[in-house]
């Protein structure tokens, strides 16, 4: 079951909450959309077969697809719920490729910025920059590389292994001999799939987790760097910085602000929302 609500609406653009209760394994009949859109993955995972190939995406994996893609989905983990952007190519002044990206911690936070400012009320301002560096920050990160089956297996694997928090994913060799690969080809086929290391990948699926504990109110940064299995706090601070630019008692107050701002109810144009939702599912 598919469910679209509109946060905000404009002409040149659409922001909707996406969520899909469902849990088949094949995949659906195929369909084509006519807009361009920036799909990003909130809460669980889904695939996605396109122009010939699929992806399992997830929150460190988006989509942009383009008008005329012929689309299949498959939900074999259950539900999820995504933010979908769907924009005019003249709001960034160039056109962009339809192609899976990799959403590194920035533009985690960037979309989390735009949710928090569809809350405000000031869509044709504050919405509207926060759509604009969600866009192009997603637009400018590296494709994903498409290998053969066999290596987009064991990447997934991984993947799935690093998010679910297994416990073997706390180490590289633990890891790959979880896969049943060499350390070296883990290392090697996965920076070459998803144009970071694994290092770096831990580190910003991590760094997503201490971004939702802030955003909760943990009391202790230690205790949350405990948690998510960094050595002690400087570590946590070391890397939330390196991945979004700011200090955690910085992020807090980022957050913080944006949370207090979101309160207010946003209202489109009549009729707007109502157009705009036909249009909104993926």
Same mark, same amino acid.
């Given at each position: 079951?598919?469910?679209?609500?509109?946060?905000?609406?404009?002409?040149?653009?659409?922001?909707?909450?996406?969520?899909?209760?469902?849990?088949?394994?094949?995949?659906?009949?195929?369909?084509?959309?006519?807009?361009?859109?920036?799909?990003?993955?909130?809460?669980?995972?889904?695939?996605?077969?396109?122009?010939?190939?699929?992806?399992?995406?997830?929150?460190?994996?988006?989509?942009?697809?383009?008008?005329?893609?012929?689309?299949?989905?498959?939900?074999?983990?259950?539900?999820?719920?995504?933010?979908?952007?769907?924009?005019?190519?003249?709001?960034?002044?160039?056109?962009?490729?339809?192609?899976?990206?990799?959403?590194?911690?920035?533009?985690?936070?960037?979309?989390?910025?735009?949710?928090?400012?569809?809350?405000?009320?000031?869509?044709?301002?504050?919405?509207?920059?926060? $759509? /604009?560096?969600?866009?192009?920050?997603? *637009?400018?990160? +590296?494709?994903?590389?498409?290998? %053969?089956? &066999?290596?987009? !297996?064991?990447?997934?694997?991984?993947?799935?292994?690093?998010?679910?928090?297994?416990?073997?994913?706390?180490?590289?060799?633990?890891?790959?001999?979880?896969?049943?690969?060499?350390?070296?080809?883990?290392?090697?086929?996965?920076?070459?799939?998803?144009?970071?290391?694994?290092?770096?990948?831990?580190?910003?699926?991590?760094?997503?987790?201490?971004?939702?504990?802030?955003?909760?109110?943990?009391?202790?940064?230690?205790?949350?760097?405990?948690?998510?299995?960094?050595?002690?706090?400087?570590?946590?601070?070391?890397?939330?910085?390196?991945?979004?630019?700011?200090?955690?008692?910085?992020?807090?107050? $980022? /957050?913080?602000?944006?949370?207090?701002? *979101?309160?207010? +109810?946003?209202?489109?144009?009549? %009729?707007? &929302?109502?157009? !705009?939702?036909?249009?909104?599912?993926?």
């Amino acid at each position: 079951m598919l469910s679209a609500s509109i946060l905000a609406a404009r002409p040149e653009f659409t922001v909707a909450t996406v969520g899909c209760r469902s849990d088949h394994v094949r995949w659906s009949e195929p369909e084509t959309r006519d807009d361009h859109r920036l799909v990003l993955v909130r809460r669980g995972r889904f695939r996605r077969w396109a122009d010939g190939t699929d992806a399992d995406l997830d929150p460190t994996l988006a989509y942009l697809g383009a008008p005329g893609e012929e689309e299949r989905f498959a939900h074999p983990s259950g539900g999820d719920v995504c933010t979908s952007v769907s924009f005019r190519p003249s709001l960034l002044g160039r056109p962009l490729p339809a192609t899976t990206v990799y959403v590194d911690a920035r533009v985690d936070l960037a979309h989390r910025r735009l949710v928090s400012a569809a809350g405000t009320g000031d869509i044709d301002y504050a919405l509207t920059e926060e $759509l /604009l560096r969600l866009v192009a920050a997603a *637009a400018g990160g +590296p494709p994903v590389v498409r290998p %053969g089956p &066999a290596d987009r !297996a064991l990447v997934a694997a991984a993947r799935e292994a690093i998010t679910e928090e297994a416990s073997e994913a706390g180490g590289l060799c633990a890891l790959a001999a979880l896969l049943e690969v060499s350390p070296y080809r883990l290392s090697r086929v996965f920076s070459q799939q998803m144009g970071v290391s694994l290092t770096r990948y831990r580190n910003r699926v991590r760094v997503t987790r201490a971004m939702d504990g802030i955003t909760e109110g943990a009391p202790s940064l230690a205790d949350l760097a405990a948690q998510l299995g960094f050595a002690d706090q400087a570590h946590l601070t070391r890397t939330i910085r390196e991945h979004v630019g700011h200090t955690p008692t910085a992020l807090r107050r $980022l /957050l913080a602000s944006e949370e207090s701002e *979101a309160r207010s +109810p946003v209202r489109c144009p009549s %009729g707007t &929302a109502v157009d !705009a939702a036909r249009t909104s599912a993926r």
